[in-house]
């Protein structure tokens, strides 16, 4: 897992990262667009995801993992709560989805706050808890997920 600045992965990431060298024109718009224009952008050949949702507390979502793709998360809109944990630490409640690539966990991990500025990469076997709130309060959130092939890495 890597978090950081927005601005140090535009600096650093696809120098350090060879598999994320296409990232750069999608990391410098987020700097200066809104989520409705980045929408409407084209990346290719980048798999980016848009979503909206509003947060949860974090005993109503599951911790998820991923074999295919590495997720890169950035919140353009709000503030989440993303909890991490290494796989092997949680239990599996369902099984892997190849379709979908994803498995869900429970369990626990640490917190790092998603904010609008920070990004973080989460690998395969980094065990992620999505949208959770910081308040008690939901946050609106609008975030892009970029899936990067495993097999780039």
Known sequence: M???SI???IANIP???????DLSALLGAIKV???EELKEMDFSPLDVRFNEYDTK???EVQFESHIKFWDLQIVVEGTEYLSIAPV????LTNIYDEKEDIAFYSGAGQ???LEPGT?????PWDGHQPGTSVTEAPSHVKKIVVKIPADKF
Request: hydrophobic share 50%.
């Open 88 to 91: 092997e630490t949680l239990s």
């Open 119 to 123: 990004a973080v990469l989460l690998a």
């Open 15 to 21: 120098a350090v990262i060879p598999a994320t060298q």
């Open 57 to 59: 507390p974090d005993t």
């Open 7 to 9: 601005d140090n992965f």
């Open 2 to 4: 890597l978090y950081d």
């Open 33 to 35: 667009c809104r989520f």
């Open 111 to 113: 917190k790092i706050l």
